[in-house]
């Protein structure tokens, strides 16, 4: 994923991200574009426990940004995080980091 931060002469930032051939059919199609409030480049892994199926795993694109009021103006870090979802009682999705996994490698059940 490569991705531009742009702001000019006042305007609101413009975030472009680049994604995979497959992201309008299985990502964008599927209403699967924005999860747990972070951008979706591509699903991993699908639950098909469930009809309709919903993602279990996913490339993110974690962006972030601040504003330096020196020369910098907006300044803007992007990093691709394969994570895992988890769904709640009511279809919720939420993306789970990494540092909230349990430790061992091993996924809590």
Not at 63 to 82: E, I, P, Q
Not at 85 to 108: D, I, K, R
């Amino acid at each position: 994923m490569f991705f531009t931060f742009k702001a000019e002469y006042g305007g609101p930032p413009l975030i472009q991200l680049s994604v995979r051939r497959t992201w309008a059919r299985q990502v964008a199609a599927a209403g699967w574009a924005v999860l747990g409030g972070c951008a979706v480049l591509d699903v991993l892994d699908w639950d098909e426990s469930v009809v309709p199926r919903r993602p279990a795993r996913v490339r993110a694109a974690l962006v972030c940004a601040d504003y330096d009021a020196g020369m910098h103006g907006w300044r803007a870090h992007a990093d691709n995080r394969d994570l895992r979802v988890a769904w709640g009682p009511e279809g919720q999705a939420t993306l789970v980091m990494p540092w909230e996994e349990p430790s061992g490698g091993h996924e809590a059940r």
